[in-house]
T-cell receptor, first 113, second 111 residues
Framework: EAQVTQNPRYLITVTGKKLTVTCSQN?????MSWYRQDPGLGLRQIYY???????DKGDVPEGYKVSRKEKRNFPLILESPSPNQTSLYFC????????????FGEGSWLTVV | GQQVMQIPQYQHVQEGEDFTTYCNSS?????IQWYKQRPGGHPVFLIQ???SGEVKKQKRLTFQFGEAKKNSSLHITATQTTDVGTYFC???????????WGAGTKLIIKP
């Protein structure tokens, strides 16, 4: 089954404690991205990757890091989480250009206290 | 910068009434996509429109792409409880690798 899998689905953490949200897709997609969703703000892109070892900032990259060492995986790293990073995070993938369908993961609810 | 405005932010309807959400882009779009996010779920692709003036239907859902390819709408006829959720539009940024998203319209069925 084609899917995007992200973990953890739910996490409560403390300010400053590094965490990683993993994302994996089994569709051999070139393009992967991370979004955060906050009430009234819709989906905002954090980082995206057009292929292995190619990443770039989205609209709200501050406080986040990513890496793309393998085509299927695109982890999101919060080196020193802060409460304003409390949000719902989605990983997404698609095959190449922006005209293609995006497949989203189930979402990760992150709370930073 | 390039923007996609989506209105309204919320729409409350009685079951059986119609629902419409509108997207307006500051620039011409090569295509526009629509997604639905159920409460507690993730966005799911509904449809893509590519041609100027294009109209597509999926059962009770009608999607339109404006002649100038700068606006789009989604109309739901005779809403049902299964239609509840947030509807997003998205179009390519100039780079054609990134998408720019509308803020979404939340459809709420009045009890």
């Amino acid at each position: 089954e084609a899917q995007v899998t992200q973990n953890p689905r739910y996490l409560i953490t403390v300010t400053g404690k590094k965490l990683t949200v993993t994302c994996s897709q089994n569709m051999n997609h070139e393009y992967m991205s991370w979004y955060r969703q906050d009430p009234g703000l819709g989906l905002r892109q954090i980082y995206y990757s057009m292929n292995v070892e190619v990443t770039d900032k989205g609209d709200v990259p501050e406080g986040y890091k990513v890496s793309r060492k393998e085509k299927r995986n695109f982890p999101l790293i919060l080196e020193s989480p802060s409460p304003n990073q409390t949000s719902l995070y989605f990983c997404a993938s698609r095959p190449g250009l922006a005209g293609n369908t995006i497949y989203f993961g189930e979402g990760s609810w992150l709370t930073v206290v | 910068g390039q923007q996609v405005m989506q209105i309204p932010q919320y729409q409350h309807v009685q079951e059986g009434e119609d629902f419409t959400t509108y997207c307006n882009s500051s620039t011409t779009l090569s295509n526009i996509q629509w997604y639905k996010q159920r409460p507690g779920g993730h966005p799911v692709f509904l449809i893509q429109l590519v041609k100027s003036g294009e109209v597509k239907k999926q059962k009770r859902l009608t999607f339109q792409f404006g002649e100038a390819k700068k606006n789009s709408s989604l109309h739901i006829t005779a809403t049902q409880t299964t239609d509840v959720g947030t509807y997003f539009c998205a179009g390519p940024k100039d780079s054609n690798y990134q998408l720019i998203w509308g803020a979404g319209t939340k459809l709420i069925i009045k009890p």
